[in-house]
């Protein structure tokens, strides 16, 4: 006959201290892995977001060959710009003459943050063009926004003036439907990427109604080359990238 089968054999159980250390062990090289991953991949993305900045400054204000960071501060404007929230860029021509400024703004859109780049000429108080940074809108959708060409012609010269005791904008920049702009202060939605065309509307605005008031009564330091050390700088940065 065959024997029985016992079931009261012992089970060896894993201990607690074991579990936890297994577990600490693995938490700590996720870490580091984090850690690792993070130092490696740091240094190739901030040199792709100032590459993508460089090319998308040159774009939104046209005619510009070179540029200098600057920072609005209580009493002008600076070169030394860490420690300061609002920043810029300005552009300059072949002569060093300010062609304009670009400037990074964000706003949410439909999936996430539309982050960008818009133009502003100081000569007609207006927006001469925008350019994404990021964002991860639907594909076939909110990405008309960098291809629909009626869209793209309300940033030709989109009014942000400035009123007479530099406080606001004249005009808040705002978001219209399809087909209903009647003003220059206003965007042109694009049908089926109204949250999107706002998103870019909103972002321009919030920055333009932040720092081009305070910038205003500064735009002559820019414009007399009285800031010739950052026009300097802007131009070598020019020459030695073209080596």
Known sequence: MNKPMNNDTPVK?????????????????SGFLVVITWQLTYGPIQENKRVMIEKAIFHVVPGATSRQSYALTDTGVTTEVDGYDMKFFAAFDQQGELKGLAIESAAQGYADMVNLLYGYDPKCQCVTGFSII??????????????DKKFLANFDALDVRVNSDNSDLINPIVAVKHGTKSNPWEVDSISGATITSKA?????????????????????QLK??????????ARQLKIEEGK
């Open 13 to 29: 159980q894993t201990s607690s201290f074991t579990m936890m250390a297994t577990l600490g062990l693995v938490a700590m090289l």
């Open 134 to 147: 990021k964002m991860a809108e639907t594909p076939g959708l909110g990405d008309k926004i960098l291809s």
């Open 200 to 220: 870019v509307a909103n972002a321009i605005n919030i920055s333009a109604r932040s720092i081009l008031p305070k910038l205003q009564p500064h735009l002559s």
């Open 224 to 233: 007399e080359g009285q800031l010739t050390e950052g026009q300097l700088k």
